[in-house]
């Protein structure tokens, strides 16, 4: 069984710039949630993504946008960074939206924006 | 924002000593969830408790639930040098999607 993998490990971007963030979810997993964490607090949800469509998103602004392919991997964008997207981005699959079930993190991407 | 507070913020101990720690939360929920993180890397689950169940044990790890007081703690015994991480309480509302609230975590140091 392969666990959650996320790519880039590490990324430094400059303020204004866009940056892509990928996940491949757990193999038998269709759900995969996204979470940005800031240095010195817990993780806070951006969105989830079940069978391609973002069915749950949490309180952050338009330009952190996201995909879901049909193998179940999905990607993170954030367009026009900004200093405060510095953080560590995670993302977490699950069978199914219920909640009922564990979620599964990745290992994180280290955004750093200068 | 947090859903709620972990308690303590950072605590210190010695090997074979038992760890405990707090969690609070504001709203009704659907299952409480605890993870461990080392070094800012990703979250390891450790264990689920149901808004049903009051107790739960998985090895070492034994986590209580008590949701008159929306509170949970979880509790390591004989705790290890290895068990030096960041902890959290996550909770898992009644939304029909599996958003997770986390608090803002208990930094746990055993020392050797």
């Known amino acids: 069984e392969t666990g959650v993998t996320q790519s880039p490990t590490h990324l430094i971007k400059t303020r204004g710039q866009q940056v892509t963030l990928r996940c491949s979810s757990q193999s038998g997993h269709n759900t995969v949630s996204w979470y940005q964490q800031a240095l010195g607090q817990g993780p806070q949800f951006i969105f989830q993504y079940y069978r391609e469509e973002e069915n749950g998103r949490g ?27 510095s953080a560590l981005y995670l993302c977490a699959s699950s069978s199914g939206t219920s909640g009922r079930d564990e979620q599964f993190f990745g290992p994180g991407t280290r955004l750093t924006v200068l | 924002s947090q859903q709620g507070e972990e308690d303590p913020q950072a605590l210190s101990i010695q090997e074979g000593e038992n760890a405990t720690m707090n969690c609070s939360y504001k709203t009704s929920i659907n299952n409480l969830q605890w993870y461990r993180q080392n070094s800012g890397r990703g979250l390891v689950h450790l264990i689920l408790i149901r808004s049903n169940e009051r107790e739960k044990h998985s090895g070492r790890l034994r986590v209580t639930l008590d949701t008159s007081k929306k509170s949970s703690s979880l509790l390591i015994t004989a705790s290890r040098a290895a068990d030096t991480a960041s902890y959290f309480c996550a909770t898992r509302g009644g939304t029909s999607y599996g958003k997770l609230t986390f608090g803002q975590g208990t930094i746990l140091t055993v020392h050797p």
């Open chain 1, 59 to 85: 309180n952050f602004p338009p330009r952190f946008s996201g995909l879901q392919f049909p193998n179940y991997s999905s990607e993170l964008n954030v367009n026009a960074l900004e200093l405060d997207d």
